[in-house]
C-alpha cells in the first residue's frame, strides 16, 4: 500500500514536512580496489620469480674442495676458466650481508631479472663469510635458475671467496665480456 495524501491524516503533516526535501545524487563510488604501486606489483613479480626457480630442498652435486664452481652441461668449459681467471668484468654487484635467506633469494632472482633485462652477461654475488649459510645457499639457489650459464669463485679483486662471478645466459642477445 503506498503513502496517499489523502490516505491518513498524519500523512498530511509528514508531506508538508519533507516537501522540500531534495534526493542526494549518489557519484562517487567508494567500494573500488585501490590500484597497485608499481613497487608493489614488481616485489610481488619478484617473490614469484624467487619462489618458481629456487627450491631449499634440492641438493646439487657441487664441489666439496677447491673454489665454488659449477658449468652447465650445455655451455663451453672454456667459460668457466675464463671466470676462474677474472676475463669477465661483472658489470652489476649484489652485496648480500646482513640479509636473511628469504631476502637474499628475492634479491638474487631480481638480480638475474635485471642482467637479463640489461644484456648483461656477467655480474657478482657478494656473500660474505658470517656464518656461512649463504655461502652454502647461493650456489644451491643459481644451479636451479635456467638462465645461470655457470658461476665461480670470484678472484681477489671482486671479493674472493665471499663472492661468486655468475654468467648469465643470454640467449641469442650480443654477448659482452
Known amino acids: 500500500m503506498t503513502m496517499n495524501k489523502d490516505n491518513l491524516p498524519d500523512a498530511q503533516s509528514f508531506f508538508e514536512l519533507v516537501d522540500d526535501v531534495k534526493p542526494l545524487k549518489q557519484n562517487t563510488h567508494h567500494f573500488r580496489q585501490q590500484a597497485k604501486t608499481k613497487q608493489v606489483f614488481e616485489f610481488k613479480e619478484q617473490q614469484l620469480h624467487a619462489d618458481s626457480y629456487f627450491s631449499d630442498s634440492y641438493q646439487p652435486l657441487l664441489p666439496h674442495d677447491g673454489p665454488m664452481r659449477w658449468i652447465d652441461e650445455t655451455a663451453d668449459k672454456l667459460e668457466l676458466k675464463r671466470l676462474r681467471r677474472g676475463d669477465y668484468q661483472p658489470d652489476l654487484l649484489l652485496d648480500l650481508h646482513g640479509l636473511r635467506q628469504s631476502e637474499a633469494k628475492l634479491e638474487l632472482a631480481a638480480l638475474i631479472q635485471a642482467c637479463m633485462k640489461q644484456s648483461i652477461q ?35 679483486e671482486w671479493g674472493g671467496d665471499a663472492a661468486l662471478l655468475v654468467l648469465i645466459d643470454l640467449g641469442d642477445q650480443p654477448h659482452r665480456r
Do not use: E, T
Not at 139 to 152: S, T
Open 122 to 156: 656477467c655480474c657478482s654475488v657478494m656473500h660474505g663469510y658470517g656464518a656461512g649459510i649463504l655461502k652454502q645457499q647461493i650456489p644451491i639457489w643459481l644451479v636451479q635458475h635456467p638462465n645461470v650459464k655457470a658461476f665461480h669463485q670470484a678472484p681477489k
